[in-house]
C-alpha cells in the first residue's frame, strides 16, 4: 500500500510540473497550451511502458495538429535544459505557422534526443559539432552549449524563412557557448544548386531538381577538407536526403573516426530507405546503431526492427571502433 502511495505521489508531481510553468519561465503557457503539454507528457510517458504505442505515433500526431494547429505568429519558446544558473537567451524564436510550435512551447520536443546529446563527450577542447538541417536552431543552441567556449558548431539550412530565425536565435551566445557559424546552403551529394518546392513547408520542405526558391547544394568534404580539429557529432535531418549527405561526407568520415551520428529516419519512405541508408553507413565504416526513442541496439546489416509507415525516429551512430 506505502508503495502504491509512493507512485501516485510521483505521477501527480510529475504532473504538476508538468501543467505548472516552472519558475521563472519566459514562455507565457495559457490553457490551452497547458493541455497540450500534459497530453503529449502523458502520450510520451505511455510510449516507454508501452513501446508498441510507438506505431500509433503518427495517427496520434495528426489528431494533435488538428485539434491543436500551429501558431499564426511568431513563438517564444523555453528550451527543456539549463546548464548554467545565468541570464540569458534561454528559449528560441520560432516562425509563424511551425508544426511543431506546441511542442516547443510544451518543453517535450524529441526529449530523448536532447538526453541522448546531452551524454555524449562534446565537451572536450576544440570539439566541433555539425548540425544540417537547422531549423531555427534548437539542436544548434544545445551542441553550442555542449562543446563548450572553444568548441565550434556549424549549422546549415536551406529554407530563407527557418534560416531567418536560425541567425535570431544565434545572435547572442552565451559566454560559455562554442562559436556558432550558420549558412543558408542545403547539404547533399554535390556541389550545385537545388530547389524547394514549397517555402512554407518550414519543417519538412525537401530539396528537388525544380521548385519555386533556388538554393545553393555544397558537400561537407568540400566545406570541412582542411579541417584538422575533433568533429564530435554531425546532426542530420534532411526529410529524407540523408544518404546523399552521407555520400557527401566520405572523407570527412574517413579522416574522423571520432565523429557520431544522429540521423533522423522515417520507416518506409521511399521504398524503404533504409537499405540504401544502412548501406552507406556500413561502407563508411559504422556497424551498429541506437533507436534513441526506443533505446534499443541494432546491427546496420540487418532489417530495420520498425517498419511502419509514417513513423519517424532518430538513429545514433557511436564513433567507429567503439
Given at each position: 500500500?506505502v508503495?502504491n ?5 510521483v505521477f ?9 510553468d516552472p519558475?521563472?519561465?519566459?514562455t507565457q503557457v495559457?490553457?490551452r497550451q497547458r493541455?497540450?503539454?500534459m497530453g503529449?507528457y502523458?502520450w510520451q510517458?505511455?510510449k516507454?511502458?508501452?513501446p ?7 495517427l496520434?500526431?495528426?489528431i ?7 501558431h499564426?505568429g511568431?513563438?517564444r519558446?523555453e528550451?527543456?535544459?539549463n546548464f548554467?544558473a545565468?541570464?540569458?537567451?534561454n528559449y ?5 505557422n511551425s508544426p ?11 526529449l530523448e ?6 551524454e555524449l563527450p562534446l565537451g572536450i577542447?576544440?570539439t566541433t559539432a555539425?548540425?544540417v538541417?537547422a ?5 544548434t543552441k544545445?551542441?553550442s ?6 568548441g565550434?558548431v556549424f549549422?546549415?539550412?536551406p529554407?530563407?524563412?527557418?534560416f531567418?530565425y536560425l541567425?535570431?536565435?544565434m545572435?547572442?551566445?552565451l ?7 550558420p549558412?543558408q546552403?542545403a547539404?547533399g551529394?554535390?556541389?550545385g544548386?537545388?530547389?524547394l518546392?514549397?517555402?512554407d ?12 526558391c ?13 579541417r584538422?580539429s575533433r568533429i564530435?557529432?554531425?546532426?542530420i ?10 555520400k ?6 574517413a ?6 551520428l544522429i ?6 519512405r ?11 553507413l ?11 526513442e526506443?533505446g534499443?541496439?541494432?546491427?546496420l546489416?540487418?532489417?530495420?526492427p520498425y517498419?511502419?509507415p509514417n513513423?519517424?525516429y532518430?538513429?545514433f551512430?557511436?564513433a567507429r571502433g567503439?
Open positions: 500500500m508503495q502511495d509512493m507512485s501516485l505521489k501527480a508531481t510529475s504532473l504538476l510540473e508538468v501543467l505548472v519558475p521563472g519561465e519566459m495559457n490553457v493541455i497540450y503539454r503529449i502523458t510517458s505511455a516507454k511502458l508501452l508498441f504505442l510507438n506505431n500509433y505515433s503518427h496520434v500526431g495528426r494533435a495538429f488538428a485539434l491543436f494547429p500551429p499564426k511568431e513563438v519558446a528550451v527543456p535544459w548554467w545565468v541570464d540569458g537567451p528560441l524564436l520560432l516562425p509563424p511543431s510550435s506546441r511542442t516547443y512551447v510544451s518543453q517535450r520536443y524529441e534526443v536532447v538526453d541522448k546529446m546531452i577542447s576544440g555539425i548540425d538541417g531549423h531555427a536552431g534548437y539542436y544545445l551542441m552549449e555542449r562543446v563548450g567556449p572553444t565550434m549549422a546549415f539550412e529554407n530563407p524563412i527557418s531567418k541567425q535570431k536565435n545572435k547572442k551566445a559566454p560559455m557557448q562554442g562559436s556558432i557559424f549558412a546552403v547539404i551529394e554535390r556541389k544548386k537545388g530547389f518546392e514549397d517555402v513547408d518550414l519543417e519538412h520542405g525537401q530539396i528537388k531538381s525544380s521548385g519555386t533556388e538554393v545553393v547544394v555544397e558537400t561537407l568534404d568540400t566545406l570541412f577538407a582542411d584538422p564530435g557529432l554531425i546532426k535531418d534532411t526529410e529524407g536526403h540523408e544518404v546523399n549527405v552521407i557527401g561526407a566520405r572523407n570527412l568520415l579522416n574522423h573516426p571520432e565523429v557520431e540521423i533522423e529516419h522515417q520507416s518506409l521511399e521504398n524503404d530507405a533504409y537499405e540504401m541508408l544502412s548501406w552507406i556500413y561502407v563508411r565504416g559504422f556497424t551498429r546503431y541506437q533507436v534513441i526506443r534499443t541496439w541494432h546491427y546489416r540487418e532489417p530495420f517498419q511502419t513513423i519517424v532518430n538513429l551512430l557511436p567503439e
